[in-house]
């Protein structure tokens, strides 16, 4: 089994930024990708990006310029910086990693952005 946990949500002005973070621990041998989803209430969850064990990252194109995936492959955690958040941005991330084959996922972190 993996467990994630992810941080650094909170309640953030328009224009603000925070930095979110994902801690995998447990049985894990091999993460290939690892990414963030989110949540807007009364919503689907949603793809946000994902960077691959090489590097390769893909956002979603309403956070391109603005949200920046990185991660540390010693460590197993993995990042995301959010500048210039917008209302719209308000949402439970989540954070998901594809480990030997399978999907794991945090619990989430809420993010909220005032207007």
């Known amino acids: 089994q993996v467990q994630l946990v992810e941080s650094g949500g909170g309640l953030v002005q328009a224009g603000g930024s925070l930095r979110l973070s994902c801690v995998a621990s447990?049985?894990?041998?091999?993460?290939?990708?690892m990414g963030w989803f989110r949540q807007a209430p009364g919503s689907q969850r949603e793809f946000v990006t994902f960077?691959?064990?090489?590097?390769?990252?893909n956002y979603t194109d309403s956070v391109k310029g603005r949200f920046t995936i990185s991660r540390d492959n010693a460590k197993n955690m993995v990042y995301l910086q959010i500048n210039s958040l917008k209302p719209e941005d308000t949402a439970v991330y989540y954070c998901?990693?594809?480990?030997?084959?399978?999907?794991?996922w945090g619990e989430g972190t809420l993010v909220t952005v005032s207007s």
């Open positions: 998901v990693v594809d480990s030997d084959g399978q999907d794991y």
């Open positions: 447990g049985s894990i041998f091999t993460i290939k990708a």
């Open positions: 960077i691959t064990s090489d590097g390769t990252t």
